[in-house]
């Protein structure tokens, strides 16, 4: 990575009144979390219609048994590497205002990032599909499926959203509101394919003007159309370089 690119972007969020950071599934595959698109993805393993809606209240035994292998025991031992914990550093110490995730893992918020907002929700809570309740996973047994509400015995579903699901309108808002308010925007690990999240850098751009720096190890959908620095490369290794040079006296 040449050093005056860095240069150059450490520099506009230094000068930043609010730096935002979009994150997508490719911050994650450092952590041993496969992306779900592409050659090696979860979906060239897994039907994704497991990952379906109507699917999943029609076959909701079969399905839990794929989401449980994918997201309850397979993700639950990731940890996150030090693009996470670089990203969690720069909020910490006041550089990065808000944190928006594609990502279900949770690992901006162990790495210690409190201002995150999960577009497409989290694995850290189960919510009833009958009366709404939600329940933290680990205190489900999920040994036995299809997992059911203590409270009305109606199934439980994943806290995240499903092929065919709207976004939830609260964080829907709050990300959308952070993009709006960008003058940076920190683009990582995100190839701009899945809308409507592929929405929020263009929010940023055509709203406010952000500067858009983008960390990705190919070009994606974004960069000859909005991408003002592009640091191409792996994220554990540019956002810890680039952490550095922001926070440098």
Same mark, same amino acid.
């Given at each position: 990575?040449?050093? @005056?690119?860095?240069?150059?972007?450490?520099?506009?969020?230094? !000068?930043?009144?609010?730096?935002?950071?979009?994150?997508?599934?490719?911050?994650?595959?450092? !952590?041993?979390?496969?992306?779900?698109?592409?050659?090696?993805?979860?979906? !060239?393993?897994? *039907?994704?219609?497991?990952l @379906?809606?109507?699917?999943?209240?029609?076959?909701?035994?079969?399905?839990w048994?794929?989401?449980?292998?994918?997201?309850? @025991?397979?993700?639950?031992?990731?940890?996150?590497?030090?693009?996470?914990?670089a990203?969690?550093?720069?909020?910490? !110490?006041?550089y990065?205002?808000?944190?928006?995730?594609?990502?279900?893992?949770?690992?901006?918020?162990? =790495?210690?990032?409190?201002?995150?907002?999960?577009?497409?929700?989290?694995?850290?809570?189960?919510?009833?599909?009958?009366?709404?309740?939600?329940?933290?996973? =680990?205190?489900?047994?999920?040994?036995?499926?299809?997992?059911?509400?203590?409270?009305?015995?109606?199934?439980?579903?994943?806290?995240?959203?499903?092929?065919?699901?709207?976004?939830?309108?609260?964080?829907? *808002?709050?990300?959308?509101?952070?993009?709006?308010?960008? @003058?940076?925007?920190?683009?990582i690990?995100?190839?701009?394919?899945?809308?409507? =999240?592929?929405?929020?850098?263009?929010?940023?751009?055509?709203?406010?003007?952000?500067?858009?720096?983008e960390?990705?190890?190919?070009?994606?959908?974004?960069?000859?159309?909005?991408?003002?620095?592009?640091?191409?490369?792996? =994220?554990?290794?540019?956002?810890?370089?680039?952490?550095?040079?922001?926070?440098?006296?």
């Amino acid at each position: 990575m040449k050093s @005056d690119t860095i240069l150059k972007a450490a520099q506009s969020v230094r !000068s930043s009144k609010f730096t935002v950071v979009f994150t997508g599934a490719g911050i994650s595959v450092e !952590s041993g979390i496969p992306p779900f698109r592409g050659e090696n993805g979860l979906w !060239s393993k897994y *039907d994704p219609r497991y990952l @379906d809606l109507e699917f999943f209240h029609t076959h909701p035994a079969e399905s839990w048994k794929v989401l449980k292998q994918i997201f309850f @025991d397979f993700m639950a031992d990731a940890k996150p590497n030090p693009a996470h914990f670089a990203i969690a550093r720069l909020e910490q !110490s006041g550089y990065v205002k808000e944190v928006i995730t594609q990502n279900i893992d949770n690992l901006h918020q162990k =790495a210690g990032s409190k201002n995150v907002h999960e577009f497409h929700g989290s694995t850290r809570t189960l919510v009833c599909v009958d009366c709404g309740k939600t329940v933290p996973s =680990a205190d489900i047994d999920l040994e036995h499926l299809p997992p059911h509400c203590n409270s009305c015995k109606g199934l439980l579903k994943p806290d995240f959203v499903f092929f065919s699901e709207m976004i939830p309108q609260r964080v829907s *808002d709050l990300s959308f509101a952070a993009a709006e308010k960008s @003058d940076v925007m920190l683009l990582i690990g995100t190839t701009g394919e899945v809308m409507p =999240a592929s929405f929020l850098p263009y929010t940023a751009k055509e709203k406010n003007k952000a500067t858009i720096i983008e960390i990705n190890p190919d070009e994606s959908l974004y960069t000859p159309k909005i991408t003002d620095i592009f640091l191409k490369g792996k =994220a554990g290794e540019i956002l810890p370089e680039l952490a550095e040079k922001i926070l440098q006296k």
